[in-house]
């Protein structure tokens, strides 16, 4: 019998000795979601399972029922040095307007580490981009176009890193 996504996160968080609380608040979810997502009531954000495996030393494939074995051993040398990536924003804004920034990842890295939060022409078009939640993919070794986003007021958001 395949094992549920709930039972699989249940098992992890137990063998790690925390509680339904402490998952939620290092999720930033509440500790009733977590409840629902153990009870297979319901189901975290898809972009929430990336955060779910690495917490977990696991994959999603294992979150998910893929795979047996619970842990991931990615070998370092097919993983990129961070330390020589870019981190590229490129925004067309509605107004006509094109940005492009291109910043060594480990600034973004520290700037994220001050709290600060990027702004582009006095907009808001990143604010509901997680940051923080790109660098904990590019971590776990993924590396490309990561976001691509148009917003209903026609702006166009891309974030690569290489």
Do not use: C
């Not at 930033?28 to 153990?38: D, L, T, Y």
């Amino acid at each position: 019998m395949k094992t549920s996504l709930g039972q699989r996160l249940t098992e992890l968080r137990k063998k790690k000795g925390w509680t339904q609380e402490k998952l939620a608040k290092k999720l930033n979810v509440s500790p009733q979601a977590v409840s629902k997502w153990e009870k297979d009531v319901s189901f975290p954000d898809v972009t929430l399972l990336t955060t779910i495996a690495q917490i977990f030393d696991t994959s999603v494939d294992y979150l998910l029922g893929h795979e047996k074995n619970p842990t991931v051993d990615v070998a370092s040398k097919t993983k990129k040095d961070m330390d020589r990536m870019v981190f590229r924003i490129n925004v067309l804004s509605s107004d006509g307007d094109k940005v492009k920034v291109n910043l060594p990842l480990p600034l973004v890295k520290v700037a994220l580490d001050m709290g600060v939060t990027p702004k582009v022409d006095g907009k808001d078009v990143l604010k509901d981009i997680d940051i923080n939640k790109i660098m904990a993919l590019v971590e776990q070794g993924v590396i490309g176009k990561i976001v691509e986003i148009e917003t209903k007021d026609g702006d166009f958001v891309e974030i690569v890193v290489e």
